[in-house]
């Protein structure tokens, strides 16, 4: 059964680090690209950035600018999000995804990060 499950989420204050991980299992996870998403309350989910299997490629949303950094330990089947200088617009609900042919194909949980000013 593939699953994927974040931890890591929390409250803390503007300018404040957290870092997000995310561990599946249930397939061969070396394999597959993955991805992080955010959903803030009364707002539509949105791409926060994907990293490529094996780790060399990275893709970021515009209003990351330099403060996210995703990355990967396919040793520990693990996908991570280091988020830095956070900002209460950064409040949300974050969800890791499996990335299979072009689409996200299997979702987590998700893990709340709530950023206060």
């Known amino acids: 059964q593939v699953q994927l499950v974040e931890s890591g989420g929390g409250l803390v204050q503007a300018g404040d680090s957290l870092r997000l991980s995310c561990a599946a299992s249930g397939y061969t996870f070396s394999v597959y690209g993955m991805g992080w998403f955010r959903q803030a309350p009364g707002k539509e989910r949105e791409f926060v950035a994907r990293i490529t299997s094996g780790g060399a490629t990275k893709y970021y949303a515009d209003f990351v600018e330099g403060r996210f950094t995703i990355s990967r330990d396919n040793a520990k089947n693990t996908v991570y999000l280091q988020m830095n200088a956070l900002k209460p617009e950064d409040t949300a609900v974050y969800y890791c995804?499996?990335?299979?042919?072009?689409?996200?194909?299997?979702w987590g949980q998700g893990t709340q990060v709530t950023v206060s000013s």
């Open positions: 995804a499996r990335r299979n042919s072009g689409s996200f194909d299997t």
